[in-house]
């Protein structure tokens, strides 16, 4: 008996088929695809991954993207080992392959083909969406349609290895600034705080001022609350076109947080005015207030889904 | 035994594509030198100790994207006037006075003007802003001057006139781009804020001919040999 590459359950009827259709022998052969499908990446992308590296230590908003590996891997593992399926390995998974190692050479050879515009650059083949088809060739290749179906969305996360891509990140970056600054110099008007214009900071006295930073832009928050509704939002199995719906009212009302974030800011400002210990700690006051607000929020994205599976199965009961 | 078959030929021809369309152009293409190294440079040679009447106060670096963003505050001996000179390194385009609007500062005027430097000459795109305090009375002027540096000058191009699409190549690393004859730019961003000692209102005039005595000590040309090196 040779052991198939994805746990299937013992009462499956195809469990043989499938650990057939694996087996070069069992784990042999399964390390043989791991083996090859990691020299192809290592050669095919070694240079672009480099990239991709630093670019997540670099950029604090970029290294979201750290998470969509594991993330994709984990579940892929999850839908394919509760499920059954037929393995049938088909031949077009392998000219994806080769369409993606083509892809690779014409970026090293003459670079990344992009579509510039106002300053701002799209890639038009972006590491993600390389990596992406190279391994859905793959699972083409060796596990079939069937596999693929199930596997689609997880893999569809290595889309979002950059989840900020420069040239949309020149477009929002700075009116969601302004936005934040605004909100920010509204709200200080508002509670009777004058601001000096100095050194760009909105100056609550000499000495004590805060600065809207790019990462105030509330777009780190937008995207995780993004990229964790997308996750809740398959894993509680919700149609398609809530968790559409699910994911754009996280996104909104994580950034509308962010804006809760800076007038809370403002507030801790006009209080340490007049208390002087907490005046030093203002960069933890930050982290802390933004922490509570972004974990309350999401306690209450993911009570939605759950909410949903009781109603749909109440309604089913009835 | 037959099923096992099925697998192997597949295999067998998987290894066959990377082996050819991802080993060998790895160590034909990959292995290549690069073209030439980044460029070395002294943060002291851009950003000098003293620019005119004013001395350096205060540097910082910082990590801006894939760029290292270098900050010089200069003040003048009575304190009166503080010009901060803000610079990124292997970055590319970036205007500097956009970046600063969306802080949310109140505009009075823009526009762009050719300066002399100590050096050569080059175009800023100026932005006057607002004294929105209660207590300053307009009792200082602030500007955010911003221009970008390449090999053939210095120069600002306004928000507004950047349209179109265009089709084109990043070569060799994500993010890095190859332009052969003129490199990536170096932007500068420079804020100036000059307040009245004696408590008058400060003219917008009488602070920008103190920007433009500024820009007049400081040399550009070292940031115009850094963009050929980038």
Partial sequence: ?318 | MEQSQKASPKLVAFAALVLLCAGLPHFLLDRKPADRAPGQYSVEALLPPVVGSFQVVNREQGVLGRGIEHVAIYQDSAGRRTAQFALITNYGIHNGVACYLARGMPVQWRRVEEMKSADSSATFEIVSLGDQSLKGGNRSALFIASTECTTVGCREIPLEIRSGLQLGWIRKKLGTESISAQRRPVPLSITFQSTSVDGSVKTQEQALSEFRELISNFKLNPLRELSASN
Avoid at chain 1, 44 to 60: D, E, Q, R, T, Y
Avoid at chain 1, 129 to 141: A, E, K
Avoid at chain 1, 279 to 290: I, K, N, P, S, T
């Fill in chain 1, 1 to 318: 008996m040779t052991q198939s590459i994805f746990r299937a359950r013992p009462n499956e009827k195809n469990v043989s088929s499938l650990a057939g259709d694996w087996s070069i022998s069992g784990w042999r052969g399964l390390s043989a695809i791991f083996l090859v499908s990691g020299l192809g990446l290592w050669w095919a992308f070694g240079s672009l991954l480099h990239s991709l590296v630093k670019l997540w230590i670099g950029n604090g908003l970029a290294s979201l993207g750290i998470l969509a590996v594991p993330a994709a891997a984990i579940l892929t593992v999850l839908a394919l080992r509760s499920r059954k399926w037929r393995a049938n390995g088909s031949w077009w998974g392998l000219a994806l392959c080769a369409l993606t190692f083509l892809m690779t050479i014409t970026v090293k050879n003459y670079g990344i083909p992009v579509l510039r515009s106002s300053g701002g650059a799209l890639h038009l083949l972006p590491l993600g969406l390389m990596i992406w088809l190279y391994v859905s060739g793959i699972f083409l290749l060796f596990a079939g349609y069937e596999a693929y179906r199930l596997a689609f969305f997880p893999l569809s996360l290595l889309l979002l290895v950059n989840p900020a891509p420069q040239f949309f990140m020149y477009y929002v970056d700075l009116p969601l600034q302004y936005v934040g600054a605004h909100t920010a110099r509204i709200f200080a008007g508002w509670v009777g705080v004058p601001l000096e214009s100095d050194h760009l900071r909105l100056m609550f006295s000499p000495a004590l001022g805060m600065f809207i930073a790019p990462g105030c832009n509330g777009l780190r928050g937008a995207l995780a609350m993004g990229f964790l509704t997308l996750i809740v939002g398959y894993l509680y199995r919700l149609p398609l076109w809530l968790r559409g719906v699910y994911f754009i009212f996280g996104v909104i009302l994580a950034y509308l947080m962010n804006l809760v974030r800076l007038c809370g800011l403002v507030l801790c400002y006009r209080v340490a005015l007049n208390v002087e210990p907490l005046a030093r700690h203002m960069e933890a006051a930050d982290y802390v207030l933004g922490s509570l607000i972004f974990f309350s929020a999401s306690i209450f994205v993911f009570a939605i889904p759950r909410k949903w599976n009781n109603l749909r199965k109440q309604a089913q009961n009835s």
